[in-house]
């Protein structure tokens, strides 16, 4: 099975702060994405990767960052956190399959608050 | 853009009973995902759907994609308390590196 793993299931962090959260996942996946998840919006895509060091920007990239030095693990950035920046993060892998989709596995998810 | 309908919004339905939660899209679906979410935790991978008309199962959960590719079903049979939680639907986005579009997520409880 693939396995997705966060660092951090709830964080606590202060306004200002530089965030962290990482993602592992097992699998030799070479896409990897980060959403956050916010009641009444949904899931919406920060930043994804398709390979070691490439990064495009998703559909809220504002205030993050990320980075991806190894196949298998993706960070994503807070640069300086604020507090709309508390949300649920989620980070995700697939394989790439010339010709055919495939699905994303998810990882269990980081609470982020930010006083 | 490509948006996501799922309907009903929640659903609470006593043990044993059968429902079923639909996702519409405003575009014809190239790849629809089916997902669970437990309160508080990640998204599991249930079913992949592409093909117009394809079913498939998984234990007591069947989804299908209609013939047309813009709906997709999910039915649960003799529902059970461990299939409390969100549903989510997920489209291809039609772009490279398997981009998805979610839907809102329907909220299922089940009552003993």
């Known amino acids: 099975d693939v396995k997705v793993t966060q660092s951090s299931r709830y964080l606590v962090k202060r306004t200002g702060e530089k965030v962290f959260l990482e993602c592992v996942q097992d699998m030799d996946h070479e896409n990897m994405f980060w959403y956050r998840q916010d009641p009444g919006l949904g899931l919406r895509l920060i930043y994804f990767?398709?390979?070691?060091?490439?990064?495009e920007k998703g559909d809220i990239p504002e205030g993050y960052s990320v980075s991806r030095e190894k196949k298998e693990r993706f960070s994503l950035i807070l640069e300086s956190a604020s507090t709309n920046q508390t949300s649920m993060y989620l980070c995700a892998s697939s394989l790439l399959a010339s010709g055919s989709n495939q699905p994303q596995h998810f990882g269990d998810g980081t609470r982020l608050s930010i006083l | 853009s490509q948006e996501l309908e799922q309907s009903p919004q929640s659903l609470i339905v006593q043990e044993g009973k059968n429902l079923t939660i639909n996702c519409t899209s405003s575009?014809?679906?190239?790849?629809l995902y089916w997902y669970k979410q437990k309160y508080g935790e990640g998204l599991i991978f249930l079913m992949m759907l592409q093909k117009g008309g394809e079913e498939k199962s998984h234990e007591k959960i069947t989804a299908k994609l209609d013939e047309k590719k813009q709906q997709s079903s999910l039915h649960i049979t003799a529902s059970q308390p461990s299939h409390a939680g969100i549903y989510l639907c997920g489209a291809d986005k039609g772009t490279s590196y398997d981009k998805v579009i979610f839907g809102p997520g329907t909220s299922l409880s089940v009552i003993p």
């Open positions: 990767s398709y390979d070691v060091k490439m990064k």
């Open positions: 575009k014809t679906l190239y790849g």
